[in-house]
Nanobody, 127 residues
Framework: QVQLVESGGGLVQAGGSLRLSCAASRRTFSTYTMGWFRQAPGKEREFVAT??????????ADSVKGRFTISRDNAKNKNTVYLQMNSLKPEDTAIYYCAYALGRVGHLTSASDYDYWGQGTQVTVSS
């Protein structure tokens, strides 16, 4: 069982920045992928970014490419992924979820690819 704890959401003006963090409770296998998704009111959950943990390979949704950056803290006993969000827009307003895909690598853009989810953190961008 992997538990994911997110932090870093909040309210920011358009053009501003936020950094989200997601700490996984334990490192289980060497092969896994972590990702970020978001869900706005009345909309389906959508893919934002993903990172293969072992290689650091990343992939982004077109809507955030060039503005958001996924990164990791790979130090011993730390298993944290970050989402740096710059040049935020009102349409980025959503609940952001961290996700963990056990034993899978690659450009995992479907929510069904992931096994564990965080509780979500609210990001609100005012115009």
């Amino acid at each position: 069982q992997v538990q994911l704890v997110e932090s870093g959401g909040g309210l920011v003006q358009a053009g501003g920045s936020l950094r989200l963090s997601c700490a996984a409770s334990r490192r289980t296998f060497s092969t896994y992928t972590m990702g970020w998704f978001r869900q706005a009111p009345g909309k389906e959950r959508e893919f934002v970014a993903t990172m293969t943990w072992s290689s650091g390979n990343t992939y982004y949704a077109d809507s955030v490419k060039g503005r958001f950056t996924i990164s990791r803290d790979n130090a011993k006993n730390k298993n944290t992924v970050y989402l740096q969000m710059n040049s935020l827009k009102p349409e980025d307003t959503a609940i952001y979820y961290c996700a963990y895909a056990l034993g899978r690598v690659g450009h995992l853009t479907s929510a069904s690819d992931y096994d564990y989810w965080g509780q979500g953190t609210q990001v609100t961008v005012s115009s």
